[in-house]
């Protein structure tokens, strides 16, 4: 009998926002205020007395969490002067544990009598992710930064994070609330944004500044840390230079030898397809032989040398060894994004991967490369959507992925290895 | 119930494909083929292909900027400002002008609009209206507000249809529409240079032509997801995005409340759902579904015919007619419809909804425009003619609407169907979009360079 369609119906509608991050505490304590909410709702409705709690679960809450959540809404029940009760009370409170598209709602269906009230309470839904473990290292995420807007990269200087939208620039500065927008630079592009757009940024050599690529455009800005965000000067310009595309560490370039700044110290820089969504195979300096168009190049350091690891087009990974472009065998898992990770474990320095389409969700992967056989070297560390780009952090020992989740919302996250 | 739910996440997640992904690829043509007909409305395949919005709704069901840049709303709701994107062209080069969206506007919709007015004031559309319009933002994306362009910047009436959209027709021929991508679309060139629809297809034949090769994307009716995955075709299906319902009428023998309550309690929604539908879909007794609001267990759905039989009170109506949209399927759910009101105590004939204009009740297909909920209501219920105040943003709102609309039992949810296509092994990245039509721009073929 559904008391909805009962006469003389009277519904009451009680709805709280709460909001809490993904980060959180603990799962118990995503129930905690929800919980707190419809009780209060629950008891203004009945008054005090004894009613019967029943709960069923339409949601993706797990069934291992029902219990607590009955024992919370007994107690906050309670505690508003509502015991719970048998079968044989002259009340009885359903509270039905639902969920939609953007957030999970509970809602209680209270019958006094023959009238029969509904109180509902949103609770946005929010799990931590926990690490995952792997055979050689462990990969872990952590997300930075969520938008709603694409995101193409984006760069932590000092306490202001710069982000890089299809068509503009955002400045965020560090709150004790996490980051806050502060600022909006157009980029005036001209011409149509790609399909699938991407961007490039890159603290300058400087180091007071950086440097923004985007297809048909460059923008350079610098950030002085005794300017305020909102005075750092940004410039954008039309340009079809070549994208810088290698990145050597701080912590490489310090120990660098003279044979390695060859090759891994000064910067490569590729030109763009700018209507399309890969790099033309050509790039600056001249290494001496000709690359096919790619999606991706990363440098990788190995025993025997430096190589720059360049994922093409047809979807085959090769590795310019010396002189020679040679094929990478094992990356038939590989998706069309890659960067490079110092960790200090193995080899040290290992490639991450994203995933190639062949799974269900996306996902990155960490590898190495001690002949010309990609080496899984870490599980696959699920991913909470597609990842559209991805770029090493200045330091090296971490990298960011930007993922555009199921609900069209982007994030980024950052990704560290841990050794076991 | 539960199970349901789980079910259509899943597909929505499929439709989504939030699935790990290489780079796609630049070139190529992708060959559609569909029973209908592609610019039919609402959601004609080729629509979305070459019209654009103001506006879109997003996966979660948020508006978002597409032909306007941003919006702003006055005096209570009464009156919105949309401000648009400049430097847009449609594909004949006409400049994309707040005059030109006006005029459209006024060609789509001539009357029963969700505005009063509207106005072209610099690069800004004015909206205006004596009723709040507290959902316009997501109502503007929904297909029927889709852009043509109606006269060209010199002032005549374009040939054919013209859109900003990725895509523009290039031809019909052989039963073919021929679309070429438009290198200059604000939101960027498609990954496919053409797309090629055989239109007026039968299902058979396409899955046929997908079978050995000459379609990449083919239909695949609710009614035959099962089979269609029993052939191991590739099925992508949408979430719950028609609306199988019965309309009653409110006049003659049916203006009694309680005969309208009877009906409502006699149809057997799990019949339909299980032999007509081949358990494909959710069963409904409310407008939205679950996946939108959550809520919708609180609308009873089981068939009460003891009940029913108890409302009737021993009144024998006159008989009824039950109007229907063609198609085997849906001559055979209103047949099977008529069964269950003749145990309830009824007299229904089934006729065609062509021959008859004033049948008693009739079932429809009806489309849920877009995934915001209060937006998709309000729509939806403005597509049957039944009047109600917009529901504001919050879900309180939004089921008191719902609620009210149901208890007049004029307007009878049966089940929620989903929009599925099958798909061949050269095309990535296929996604339905939130009305279940697919989103071919974004796809792209794996043997393009």
Redesign the interface.
């Known amino acids: 009998m559904?008391a909805?369609?009962q006469a003389g119906m009277i519904?009451a509608?009680?709805?709280v926002l709460i909001m809490q991050t993904a980060s959180a505490a603990p799962a118990a304590s995503l129930w905690d205020k929800p919980a707190e909410d419809l009780a209060e709702q629950i008891a203004s409705i009945l008054g005090p007395g004894q009613a019967h709690l029943t709960i069923r679960?339409?949601s993706?809450i797990s069934v291992d969490e029902i219990p607590a959540i009955r024992r919370l809404l007994e107690q906050d029940l309670k505690a508003h002067g509502v015991p719970a009760g048998g079968t044989e009370s002259a009340n009885s409170i359903r509270v039905?544990l639902?969920?939609?598209?953007?957030?999970?709602?509970w809602?209680a269906?209270v019958t006094e009598g023959s009238e029969t009230h509904?109180a509902?309470v949103?609770v946005d839904p929010g799990t931590p992710q926990a690490p995952q473990a792997s055979g050689g290292l462990m990969l872990r995420k952590q997300t930075v930064f969520t938008s709603?807007a694409t995101v193409l990269a984006l760069l932590e200087v000092a306490s202001a994070l710069i982000v890089v939208e299809p068509e503009e620039i955002v400045l965020y500065g560090k709150t004790s609330d996490g980051w806050r927008e502060q600022r909006r630079v157009g980029i005036g592009q001209?011409r149509?944004?790609?399909?699938?757009?991407r961007g490039i940024i890159f603290p300058s050599s400087s180091g007071d500044g950086f440097e923004i690529s985007i297809p048909g455009m460059a923008c350079n800005g610098s950030n002085g840390p005794a300017q305020p965000i909102e005075s750092w000067p940004i410039h954008c310009h039309e340009s079809d230079d070549p994208w810088r595309i290698t990145f050597v560490p701080v912590t490489q370039t310090e120990n660098a030898t003279a044979t390695d700044m060859d090759v891994s110290v000064a910067p490569i820089k590729a030109f763009y397809s700018a209507?399309?969504?890969?790099f033309t195979g050509v790039i600056t300096a001249n290494l001496g032989v000709d690359l096919p168009p790619f999606?991706a190049a990363a440098l990788y350091s190995r025993p025997s040398g430096t190589g720059l690891l360049v994922n093409a087009?047809?979807?085959k990974v090769l590795i310019l060894d010396g002189a020679a472009l040679k094929p990478v065998s094992g990356t038939r898992d590989w998706?069309?994004?890659f960067a490079v990770l110092q960790t200090r474990c193995g080899a040290g320095t290992q490639i991450i991967a994203?995933?190639?389409?062949?799974?269900?969700?996306?996902?990155l992967r960490a590898y190495e490369l001690p002949a010309l056989e990609a080496i899984p070297a870490s599980a696959p560390l699920t991913m909470d959507?597609?990842?559209t780009a991805m770029w090493t952090a200045p330091d090296g020992k971490s990298l960011f992925a930007a993922v555009?989740?199921?609900?069209?919302?982007y994030e980024v996250d950052r990704v560290t290895a841990l050794c076991n | 119930m539960l199970r349901r739910f789980a079910i259509s996440c899943v597909m929505a997640a499929l439709a989504l494909g939030a699935g790990a992904r290489t780079r796609p690829h630049y070139g190529g043509t992708l060959r559609v083929e569909i029973e209908g007909d592609p610019w039919q409305r609402p959601n004609g395949l080729a629509r979305r292909l070459v019209l654009d919005g103001l506006t879109r709704v997003d996966a979660d069901g948020t508006a978002r900027p597409a032909l306007a840049v941003d919006w702003k709303s006055e005096n209570d709701d009464h009156r919105w400002q949309f401000r648009l994107r400049p430097g847009v062209h449609f594909q004949d080069g006409s400049p994309l002008t707040s005059v030109a969206v006006v005029a459209s506007l006024n060609v789509i919709c001539p009357a029963n609009c969700p505005w009063t007015a509207i106005h072209a004031v610099g690069s800004s559309v004015i909206f205006t209206s004596d009723s709040p319009m507290p959902n316009l933002p997501a109502l503007l994306a929904a297909d029927e507000f889709l852009l043509p362009l109606t006269i060209t910047s010199e002032g005549k009436t374009p040939e054919g249809v013209v859109g900003t959209g990725p895509f523009q027709v290039r031809g019909f021929t052989n039963g073919m529409l021929i679309l070429a991508a438009n290198d200059t679309c604000w939101q960027g060139r498609p990954f496919a240079d053409a797309v090629e629809i055989h239109v007026h297809r039968s299902i058979h034949d396409q899955w046929l032509d997908l079978g050995v090769g000459r379609a990449d994307v083919v239909e695949a009716p609710a009614e035959q997801i099962r089979q269609a995955q029993q052939q191991r075709l590739t099925v992508v299906a949408s979430p719950p995005v028609t609306l199988l319902a019965l309309t009653v009428t409110d006049s003659g023998a049916l203006a009694n409340p309680l005969l309208r309550a009877a009906i409502a309690l006699a149809v057997d929604r799990g019949a339909l759902y299980n032999v007509i539908f081949q358990k494909q879909g959710q069963i409904t007794a409310s407008l939205l579904p679950a996946n939108l609001t959550g809520y919708a267990f609180l609308f009873p759905v089981e068939r009460d015919l003891g009940k029913a039989q108890e409302l009737r009170g021993g009144l024998t109506p006159p008989p009824l007619t039950l109007a229907t949209e063609g198609g085997p399927v849906m001559q055979l759910a209103a047949q099977r419809i008529a069964l269950n009101l003749h145990e309830a105590g009824f007299n229904v004939q089934v006729v065609n909804a062509g021959s008859t204009q004033h049948a008693d009740l009739g079932l429809r297909r009806l489309p849920l425009e877009c995934n915001q909920p209060q937006a998709a209501l309000e729509s939806m219920l403005r597509s049957v003619g039944l009047s109600a105040p917009p529901p504001e943003q919050s879900p309180v709102s939004l089921f008191n609407v719902e609620h009210n609309v149901l208890d007049r039992k004029t307007l009878i949810p049966l089940l929620y169907l989903p929009s599925a296509f099958a798909i061949g092994d050269r095309i990535r990245d296929f996604r339905l979009g939130p009305d279940g039509t697919p989103d071919l721009a974004n796809a792209s073929l794996e043997d393009a360079q």
């Open positions: 559904n909805v369609k519904v509608l009680v709805i679960n339409l993706t039905t639902s969920e939609n598209l953007r957030e999970r709602l809602v269906e509904v509902m949103h709603k001209k149509a944004l790609a399909r699938d757009p209507g399309r969504n890969y999606y087009i047809d979807g998706g069309s994004d994203s995933g190639s389409g062949e799974a269900a969700s996306d996902s959507g597609t990842v555009r989740t199921t609900t069209g919302n």
